[in-house]
Nanobody
Framework: QVQLVESGGGLVQPGGSLRLSCAASGSIFSINVMGWYRQPPGKQRELVAAITSGHSTNYADSVKGRFTISRDNAKATVYLQMNSLKPEDTAVYYC?????????WGQGTQVTVSS
């Protein structure tokens, strides 16, 4: 129904910045919420940030003040601006889209924060 493609991951130094993008296609008209999740090595997937079609946002405590989620409805794209990155932010980041039918997921993009 909904296809999601992430981009923008990579290797950055602690304190650096990175911007992730997620482009949605398919049945995008019924999407209510989009967000970013991450899965560190050996750990469970966790919510990073979410944004509604009305631009209301929600952040995990661990990233609040450092990360900013935004969306461009015309482009059907959601972004995650990540600043002041820490080694603990290292994970595979997944894009998520939710509508009344359920959730759709991207394939993930690797973010590594290391010197």
């Amino acid at each position: 129904q909904v296809q999601l493609v992430e981009s923008g991951g990579g290797l950055v130094q602690p304190g650096g910045s990175l911007r992730l993008s997620c482009a949605a296609s398919g049945s995008i008209f019924s999407i209510n919420v989009m967000g970013w999740y991450r899965q560190p090595p050996g750990k469970q997937r966790e919510l990073v940030a979410a944004i509604t079609s009305g631009h209301s946002t929600n952040y995990a405590d661990s990233v609040k003040g450092r990360f900013t989620i935004s969306r461009d409805n015309a482009k059907a794209t959601v972004y995650l601006q990540m600043n002041s990155l820490k080694p603990e932010d290292t994970a595979v980041y997944y894009c998520n889209a939710r509508d009344w039918r359920g959730d759709s997921w991207g394939q993930g993009t690797q973010v590594t924060v290391s010197s």
